[in-house]
Protein backbone atom coordinates (compact mmCIF):
# COMPACT_ATOMS: atom_id res chain seq x y z
CA UNK A 1 0.00 0.00 0.00
CA UNK A 2 1.52 3.52 -0.86
CA UNK A 3 1.52 5.84 1.84
CA UNK A 4 -0.98 9.04 2.50
CA UNK A 5 0.90 12.41 1.47
CA UNK A 6 0.07 14.12 4.30
CA UNK A 7 0.40 11.49 6.72
CA UNK A 8 3.33 12.75 9.77
CA UNK A 9 2.46 10.02 12.46
CA UNK A 10 5.89 7.99 13.78
CA UNK A 11 4.17 4.89 14.58
CA UNK A 12 7.22 2.97 15.03
CA UNK A 13 10.98 2.88 16.18
CA UNK A 14 13.76 0.80 15.10
CA UNK A 15 15.77 -0.98 17.92
CA UNK A 16 17.94 -4.07 19.00
CA UNK A 17 16.14 -7.54 18.56
CA UNK A 18 15.22 -7.57 22.09
CA UNK A 19 12.13 -10.12 23.57
CA UNK A 20 9.18 -7.76 25.00
CA UNK A 21 9.04 -7.76 28.58
CA UNK A 22 5.71 -5.90 28.69
CA UNK A 23 2.23 -7.21 29.43
CA UNK A 24 -1.63 -6.01 28.63
CA UNK A 25 -3.21 -7.78 30.92
CA UNK A 26 -5.57 -6.10 32.90
CA UNK A 27 -5.77 -4.01 29.93
CA UNK A 28 -8.16 -3.73 26.95
CA UNK A 29 -10.47 -2.06 28.47
CA UNK A 30 -13.19 1.03 28.08
CA UNK A 31 -13.45 3.31 30.08
CA UNK A 32 -16.49 4.76 30.83
CA UNK A 33 -16.33 7.80 28.81
CA UNK A 34 -15.65 5.70 25.93
CA UNK A 35 -18.53 2.95 26.66
CA UNK A 36 -20.82 6.18 26.76
CA UNK A 37 -19.72 7.96 23.24
CA UNK A 38 -20.08 4.44 21.67
CA UNK A 39 -16.78 2.77 20.99
CA UNK A 40 -16.60 -0.95 21.00
CA UNK A 41 -13.36 -3.47 21.48
CA UNK A 42 -11.86 -4.38 18.76
CA UNK A 43 -9.29 -6.68 20.57
CA UNK A 44 -10.56 -8.72 23.56
CA UNK A 45 -7.45 -9.92 24.81
CA UNK A 46 -7.46 -13.36 24.99
CA UNK A 47 -7.85 -13.95 20.64
CA UNK A 48 -7.69 -12.84 17.21
CA UNK A 49 -11.25 -13.44 16.61
CA UNK A 50 -12.48 -11.07 14.45
CA UNK A 51 -9.27 -10.57 13.27
CA UNK A 52 -7.63 -12.61 9.77
CA UNK A 53 -3.81 -12.66 9.86
CA UNK A 54 -0.97 -15.18 9.22
CA UNK A 55 -0.54 -17.28 12.51
CA UNK A 56 3.07 -17.65 12.29
CA UNK A 57 3.18 -14.11 12.22
CA UNK A 58 0.41 -12.78 14.74
CA UNK A 59 -0.47 -14.32 18.00
CA UNK A 60 -1.71 -12.67 21.33
CA UNK A 61 0.57 -13.03 23.94
CA UNK A 62 -0.12 -11.86 27.93
CA UNK A 63 -3.02 -9.48 26.96
CA UNK A 64 -1.31 -8.44 23.92
CA UNK A 65 -1.28 -8.41 19.92
CA UNK A 66 1.81 -9.43 19.03
CA UNK A 67 3.24 -9.36 15.57
CA UNK A 68 6.76 -10.86 15.46
CA UNK A 69 8.52 -12.55 13.03
CA UNK A 70 12.37 -13.47 13.80
CA UNK A 71 13.22 -13.61 10.38
CA UNK A 72 13.97 -10.68 7.70
CA UNK A 73 10.09 -10.49 6.35
CA UNK A 74 10.16 -10.58 2.02
CA UNK A 75 6.36 -8.40 2.22
CA UNK A 76 4.80 -6.34 4.79
CA UNK A 77 2.60 -8.79 7.07
CA UNK A 78 -0.80 -7.43 7.84
CA UNK A 79 -3.52 -8.33 10.56
CA UNK A 80 -6.63 -7.50 8.96
CA UNK A 81 -10.14 -6.07 10.91
CA UNK A 82 -12.42 -8.22 9.24
CA UNK A 83 -16.19 -7.17 8.37
CA UNK A 84 -17.21 -4.33 6.20
CA UNK A 85 -15.12 -1.75 4.80
CA UNK A 86 -14.81 1.20 7.60
CA UNK A 87 -15.32 4.66 5.95
CA UNK A 88 -15.97 7.51 9.18
CA UNK A 89 -14.52 6.23 12.71
CA UNK A 90 -12.27 6.99 15.82
CA UNK A 91 -9.66 4.18 15.78
CA UNK A 92 -7.61 4.10 18.96
CA UNK A 93 -4.59 1.66 19.90
CA UNK A 94 -1.98 1.75 22.38
CA UNK A 95 1.41 0.26 20.60
CA UNK A 96 4.96 -0.41 21.39
CA UNK A 97 7.98 -1.57 19.22
CA UNK A 98 10.62 -3.91 19.90
CA UNK A 99 12.74 -4.15 16.94
CA UNK A 100 12.39 -3.56 13.23
CA UNK A 101 9.33 -1.90 11.65
CA UNK A 102 5.69 -1.67 11.57
CA UNK A 103 2.45 0.40 11.50
CA UNK A 104 -0.92 0.95 10.53
CA UNK A 105 -3.17 0.92 7.49
CA UNK A 106 -6.72 2.42 7.58
CA UNK A 107 -9.30 2.91 4.29
CA UNK A 108 -7.42 0.12 2.68
CA UNK A 109 -7.43 -1.89 0.12
CA UNK A 110 -4.88 -4.72 -0.22
CA UNK A 111 -5.77 -6.59 -2.57
CA UNK A 112 -5.33 -3.27 -4.86
CA UNK A 113 -2.64 -1.80 -2.60
CA UNK A 114 -4.21 1.21 -1.70
CA UNK A 115 -5.11 2.99 1.07
CA UNK A 116 -3.42 5.35 4.13
CA UNK A 117 -1.10 3.93 6.15
CA UNK A 118 1.42 4.87 8.47
CA UNK A 119 5.16 3.28 8.23
CA UNK A 120 8.31 5.02 8.91
CA UNK A 121 12.37 4.23 10.06
CA UNK A 122 14.15 4.86 13.30
CA UNK A 123 15.51 7.88 11.43
CA UNK A 124 12.02 9.90 11.71
CA UNK A 125 11.53 9.02 15.19
CA UNK A 126 10.73 12.24 17.04
CA UNK A 127 8.95 13.07 20.22
CA UNK A 128 6.03 12.90 21.15
CA UNK A 129 7.02 9.65 20.22
CA UNK A 130 8.42 7.70 23.02
CA UNK A 131 11.15 5.00 22.33
CA UNK A 132 11.00 1.76 24.30
CA UNK A 133 7.71 2.73 26.01
CA UNK A 134 4.30 2.30 25.14
CA UNK A 135 2.86 5.16 22.43
CA UNK A 136 -1.11 5.87 22.57
CA UNK A 137 -2.00 6.58 18.47
CA UNK A 138 -5.68 8.04 17.69
CA UNK A 139 -6.83 8.07 14.11
CA UNK A 140 -9.99 9.67 12.76
CA UNK A 141 -11.75 9.72 9.56
CA UNK A 142 -14.82 11.88 9.20
CA UNK A 143 -15.40 12.51 4.84
CA UNK A 144 -12.15 13.85 3.19
CA UNK A 145 -10.93 15.14 6.98
CA UNK A 146 -8.32 12.84 8.45
CA UNK A 147 -6.83 13.72 11.71
CA UNK A 148 -3.67 11.46 13.51
CA UNK A 149 -2.78 12.32 17.02
CA UNK A 150 -0.01 10.79 18.98
CA UNK A 151 0.46 10.59 22.98
CA UNK A 152 -2.09 13.14 22.61
CA UNK A 153 -0.18 14.95 20.47
CA UNK A 154 -2.50 16.32 17.04
CA UNK A 155 -0.03 15.61 14.31
CA UNK A 156 -1.72 15.76 10.97
CA UNK A 157 -5.29 17.38 10.55
CA UNK A 158 -6.29 17.86 6.91
CA UNK A 159 -8.57 17.16 3.98
CA UNK A 160 -7.64 14.24 2.04
CA UNK A 161 -10.30 12.63 0.02
CA UNK A 162 -8.64 10.01 -2.73
CA UNK A 163 -10.15 7.22 -0.10
CA UNK A 164 -13.49 7.32 0.97
CA UNK A 165 -13.82 3.76 2.91
CA UNK A 166 -11.39 0.58 3.35
CA UNK A 167 -10.33 -1.69 5.69
CA UNK A 168 -8.21 -1.68 9.21
CA UNK A 169 -5.32 -3.65 9.07
CA UNK A 170 -1.63 -3.86 11.76
CA UNK A 171 1.22 -4.14 9.85
CA UNK A 172 4.78 -5.58 10.47
CA UNK A 173 6.72 -4.47 7.94
CA UNK A 174 8.97 -6.04 5.80
CA UNK A 175 12.82 -6.33 6.28
CA UNK A 176 14.78 -7.02 8.93
CA UNK A 177 13.61 -8.96 11.90
CA UNK A 178 10.98 -7.19 13.92
CA UNK A 179 8.13 -7.26 16.84
CA UNK A 180 5.26 -5.19 18.02
CA UNK A 181 3.05 -5.14 20.50
CA UNK A 182 -0.58 -3.46 20.69
CA UNK A 183 -3.57 -3.56 22.97
CA UNK A 184 -6.55 -1.60 23.91
CA UNK A 185 -7.69 -1.00 20.17
CA UNK A 186 -11.25 0.09 20.13
CA UNK A 187 -13.28 1.95 17.38
CA UNK A 188 -16.27 4.64 17.46
CA UNK A 189 -17.88 4.81 14.20
CA UNK A 190 -19.17 8.64 13.32
CA UNK A 191 -21.97 9.48 11.83
CA UNK A 192 -21.75 12.23 9.17
CA UNK A 193 -23.31 15.09 11.55
CA UNK A 194 -20.81 14.34 14.56
CA UNK A 195 -17.88 16.01 15.58
CA UNK A 196 -14.53 14.04 16.00
CA UNK A 197 -13.83 14.14 19.51
CA UNK A 198 -10.97 17.26 21.54
CA UNK A 199 -8.15 16.16 22.71
CA UNK A 200 -6.22 17.02 25.71
CA UNK A 201 -3.03 18.15 25.10
CA UNK A 202 -0.51 14.96 26.28
CA UNK A 203 -2.86 13.51 27.51
CA UNK A 204 -3.46 10.32 25.60
CA UNK A 205 -7.50 9.67 24.56
CA UNK A 206 -9.14 8.07 27.51
CA UNK A 207 -6.78 9.31 30.32
CA UNK A 208 -7.35 11.43 32.92
CA UNK A 209 -4.86 13.65 33.67
CA UNK A 210 -3.45 13.83 37.44
CA UNK A 211 -1.08 16.95 37.49
CA UNK A 212 -1.46 20.18 35.51
CA UNK A 213 1.91 21.09 34.95
CA UNK A 214 0.89 24.44 36.11
CA UNK A 215 -0.17 23.94 39.98
CA UNK A 216 -1.86 21.01 42.42
CA UNK A 217 -5.16 21.57 41.67
CA UNK A 218 -5.62 17.89 41.77
CA UNK A 219 -3.74 16.76 44.94
CA UNK A 220 -4.22 16.89 48.78
CA UNK A 221 -1.30 17.98 50.06
CA UNK A 222 -0.33 15.69 53.31
CA UNK A 223 2.08 17.93 54.80
CA UNK A 224 4.09 20.93 54.65
CA UNK A 225 3.22 22.98 51.35
CA UNK A 226 6.71 23.80 50.76
CA UNK A 227 7.20 19.79 49.99
CA UNK A 228 5.84 19.62 46.69
CA UNK A 229 6.42 22.58 44.30
CA UNK A 230 5.41 22.83 40.43
CA UNK A 231 8.67 24.13 38.67
CA UNK A 232 8.33 26.77 35.02
CA UNK A 233 9.24 23.71 33.30
CA UNK A 234 6.05 22.28 34.47
CA UNK A 235 7.62 19.57 36.63
CA UNK A 236 6.22 18.25 40.27
CA UNK A 237 9.21 18.27 42.41
CA UNK A 238 9.61 17.64 45.91
CA UNK A 239 13.08 18.27 47.65
CA UNK A 240 13.95 16.19 50.97
CA UNK A 241 13.89 17.66 54.24
CA UNK A 242 10.58 19.52 53.54
CA UNK A 243 8.67 17.76 55.41
CA UNK A 244 6.00 17.39 52.29
CA UNK A 245 5.30 13.77 53.46
CA UNK A 246 3.03 12.90 50.56
CA UNK A 247 0.63 14.12 47.81
CA UNK A 248 -2.97 12.36 47.80
CA UNK A 249 -5.22 12.28 44.62
CA UNK A 250 -8.75 14.10 45.45
CA UNK A 251 -10.59 10.95 44.48
CA UNK A 252 -10.61 7.21 45.40
CA UNK A 253 -9.75 4.34 42.41
CA UNK A 254 -10.42 1.01 42.59
CA UNK A 255 -9.51 -0.76 39.32
CA UNK A 256 -7.17 1.50 37.05
CA UNK A 257 -3.91 2.25 34.53
CA UNK A 258 -2.21 4.57 36.22
CA UNK A 259 1.47 5.42 34.10
CA UNK A 260 4.21 8.13 35.47
CA UNK A 261 7.29 9.16 34.92
CA UNK A 262 9.39 9.89 37.79
CA UNK A 263 13.65 10.68 37.80
CA UNK A 264 15.34 10.54 41.20
CA UNK A 265 18.52 12.24 42.47
CA UNK A 266 21.68 10.38 43.36
CA UNK A 267 20.42 8.67 46.82
CA UNK A 268 16.91 9.58 46.50
CA UNK A 269 14.14 7.74 48.18
CA UNK A 270 10.16 8.15 47.16
CA UNK A 271 7.62 6.40 46.05
CA UNK A 272 3.62 5.94 44.18
CA UNK A 273 0.83 4.80 46.90
CA UNK A 274 -2.07 2.79 45.65
CA UNK A 275 -5.31 2.32 46.66
CA UNK A 276 -3.98 4.02 50.16
CA UNK A 277 -6.15 5.51 52.98
CA UNK A 278 -5.91 9.08 54.12
CA UNK A 279 -5.33 8.42 57.68
CA UNK A 280 -1.78 6.54 58.74
CA UNK A 281 1.02 5.80 56.53
CA UNK A 282 -0.19 5.25 52.78
CA UNK A 283 1.99 2.36 52.76
CA UNK A 284 0.75 0.59 55.52
CA UNK A 285 -3.08 1.38 54.44
CA UNK A 286 -2.03 0.98 50.76
CA UNK A 287 0.79 -0.16 48.95
CA UNK A 288 3.96 1.57 47.75
CA UNK A 289 5.82 1.29 44.48
CA UNK A 290 8.77 1.94 45.56
CA UNK A 291 11.19 4.36 44.25
CA UNK A 292 15.04 4.70 45.41
CA UNK A 293 18.85 5.07 44.37
CA UNK A 294 19.86 4.66 48.19
CA UNK A 295 23.63 4.11 48.65
CA UNK A 296 24.23 0.96 49.35
CA UNK A 297 21.94 -0.52 47.14
CA UNK A 298 18.33 -1.69 49.12
CA UNK A 299 17.61 -5.54 48.60
CA UNK A 300 14.98 -7.08 45.99
CA UNK A 301 12.01 -6.44 48.88
CA UNK A 302 12.72 -2.91 48.89
CA UNK A 303 14.14 -1.69 45.82
CA UNK A 304 12.66 0.20 42.73
CA UNK A 305 9.75 -1.58 41.14
CA UNK A 306 8.76 -3.58 44.58
CA UNK A 307 5.71 -3.67 46.23
CA UNK A 308 7.58 -1.96 49.04
CA UNK A 309 8.41 -4.77 52.02
CA UNK A 310 5.97 -7.20 50.58
CA UNK A 311 6.76 -8.10 46.73
CA UNK A 312 9.87 -8.04 45.90
CA UNK A 313 10.77 -7.05 42.21
CA UNK A 314 12.09 -9.60 39.54
CA UNK A 315 13.98 -8.78 37.77
CA UNK A 316 15.17 -5.99 39.31
CA UNK A 317 14.95 -2.63 37.03
CA UNK A 318 17.70 0.06 35.98
CA UNK A 319 17.48 2.44 39.07
CA UNK A 320 20.13 5.17 37.58
CA UNK A 321 19.38 8.43 39.13
CA UNK A 322 19.39 12.18 36.90
CA UNK A 323 17.08 10.38 34.28
CA UNK A 324 13.29 9.81 33.20
CA UNK A 325 11.78 6.88 33.80
CA UNK A 326 8.26 5.48 33.80
CA UNK A 327 5.59 3.30 35.75
CA UNK A 328 2.70 1.60 34.95
CA UNK A 329 0.71 0.32 37.56
CA UNK A 330 -2.48 -2.12 36.89
CA UNK A 331 -5.30 -2.64 39.61
CA UNK A 332 -7.58 -4.88 38.85
CA UNK A 333 -9.55 -6.55 41.58
CA UNK A 334 -6.69 -8.10 43.77
CA UNK A 335 -4.33 -8.20 40.61
CA UNK A 336 -1.77 -5.78 40.86
CA UNK A 337 1.33 -5.36 38.55
CA UNK A 338 4.14 -2.94 37.96
CA UNK A 339 5.86 -2.24 34.48
CA UNK A 340 9.24 0.08 35.12
CA UNK A 341 10.50 1.15 32.09
CA UNK A 342 9.00 -1.45 29.95
CA UNK A 343 9.69 -4.13 32.00
CA UNK A 344 7.38 -6.39 34.69
CA UNK A 345 8.59 -6.15 37.74
CA UNK A 346 5.54 -7.43 39.78
CA UNK A 347 2.73 -9.55 38.79
CA UNK A 348 0.74 -10.23 42.09
CA UNK A 349 -2.63 -11.55 43.48
CA UNK A 350 -2.59 -9.96 46.67
CA UNK A 351 -4.67 -12.57 48.47
CA UNK A 352 -1.89 -14.81 48.10
CA UNK A 353 0.33 -12.60 50.15
CA UNK A 354 -0.28 -13.40 53.80
CA UNK A 355 1.10 -9.48 54.27
CA UNK A 356 -1.41 -7.74 51.90
CA UNK A 357 -4.13 -10.13 52.16
CA UNK A 358 -6.67 -8.00 53.51
CA UNK A 359 -5.61 -4.65 51.90
CA UNK A 360 -8.55 -1.91 50.66
CA UNK A 361 -8.96 -2.92 46.79
CA UNK A 362 -9.82 0.64 46.73
CA UNK A 363 -8.27 3.47 47.94
CA UNK A 364 -6.06 7.29 46.97
CA UNK A 365 -3.47 7.06 44.69
CA UNK A 366 -0.47 9.46 46.32
CA UNK A 367 3.39 10.51 45.48
CA UNK A 368 5.43 10.25 48.43
CA UNK A 369 7.97 13.30 49.10
CA UNK A 370 11.76 12.93 48.98
CA UNK A 371 12.00 10.95 51.36
CA UNK A 372 15.59 11.77 52.03
CA UNK A 373 17.68 14.71 53.50
CA UNK A 374 18.37 18.39 52.40
CA UNK A 375 20.58 17.17 49.03
CA UNK A 376 17.80 14.74 47.72
CA UNK A 377 14.86 15.03 45.21
CA UNK A 378 12.14 13.70 43.19
CA UNK A 379 10.68 14.62 40.09
CA UNK A 380 7.35 13.30 38.47
CA UNK A 381 5.41 13.99 35.38
CA UNK A 382 3.15 12.86 32.94
CA UNK A 383 0.75 11.55 35.44
CA UNK A 384 -2.03 9.72 33.80
CA UNK A 385 -4.79 7.09 35.09
CA UNK A 386 -7.49 5.55 33.30
CA UNK A 387 -10.04 3.76 35.52
CA UNK A 388 -11.46 0.51 34.82
CA UNK A 389 -14.82 -1.19 35.04
CA UNK A 390 -14.89 -5.02 34.87
CA UNK A 391 -17.28 -7.61 33.88
CA UNK A 392 -18.84 -4.46 31.39
CA UNK A 393 -16.35 -5.24 28.47
Known amino acids: MRACPIVLLSLLVCCGAVYAQTTGVGDNRLTDAERQEGFELLFNGSNLDGWEGDANVWSVREGMIVGRSEQALPRDAYLLLKGEPRADFVLRLDFQIVAGRAGLAWRADAAQRRGYTATVGAAEAQPPLRQGMWNYVEIACLGDRILERLNGVTLADGPDARFRQGAIALQLAAGAPAEVCLKNVRLMPLAPDEAIPAATLGVPAGWTGLFTGKDLSNWVIMGNEAGFQVTPEGILRSEGAKGGNWLRSNKQYSDFVLHTEWKVSPGGNSGVFIRAADQGAPWDSGHEVQISNEQPPRDELHCTGTLYGTVAANPRPDENPNV ?70
Open 324 to 393: WHTYDIHCVGPLITVIVDGKRTVNVNQEEVEAIRSKALAGYVGLQDSHTDAAGWIEYRNLWIKELVRGKE
